[in-house]
């Protein structure tokens, strides 16, 4: 079983930044492709963005261009920078592993481990 924290979250205002972070004790992120998901209360979790095996990064179309996947394997860390954020950008973030899923610009294919969350919140 892995166990998934995430960590970063917070408030910030229109137009600021934050750094989301994805880990793991339990064995190494590079065995799995990664996905960053989001999920306001009363809606569908939506995917946001992804990373390969291989750290070839996908992203959906809202995020393209403000945030960077990445990873850094000396920490066994999968970061999500998130610049240029919008009010819209509020919701509870989590953090996906899955060592057969598909990364593509629609997201992760799948999610065999969860992280917990971490709030992020956009607002003046």
């Known amino acids: 079983q892995l166990e998934i924290v995430e960590s970063g979250g917070g408030l910030v205002q229109p137009g600021g930044s934050l750094r989301l972070s994805c880990t793991t004790s339990?064995?190494?992120?590079?065995?799995?492709?990664i996905g960053w998901f989001r999920q306001v209360p009363g809606k569908e979790r939506e995917a946001v963005s992804c990373i390969t095996k291989r750290s070839v990064p996908n992203y959906v179309d809202s995020v393209k261009g403000r945030f960077t996947i990445s990873r850094d394997n000396a920490k066994n860390t999968v970061h999500l920078q998130m610049n240029s954020l919008k009010p819209e950008d509020t919701a509870v973030y989590y953090c996906?592993?899955?060592?057969?899923?598909?990364?593509?610009?629609?997201?992760?294919?799948?999610?065999?481990?969860w992280g917990q969350g971490t709030q992020v919140t956009v607002s003046s």
């Open positions: 339990r064995d190494s992120l590079q065995n799995y492709a």
């Open positions: 996906a592993a899955d060592m057969w899923a598909v990364c593509t610009p629609a997201g992760l294919d799948g999610g065999q481990y």
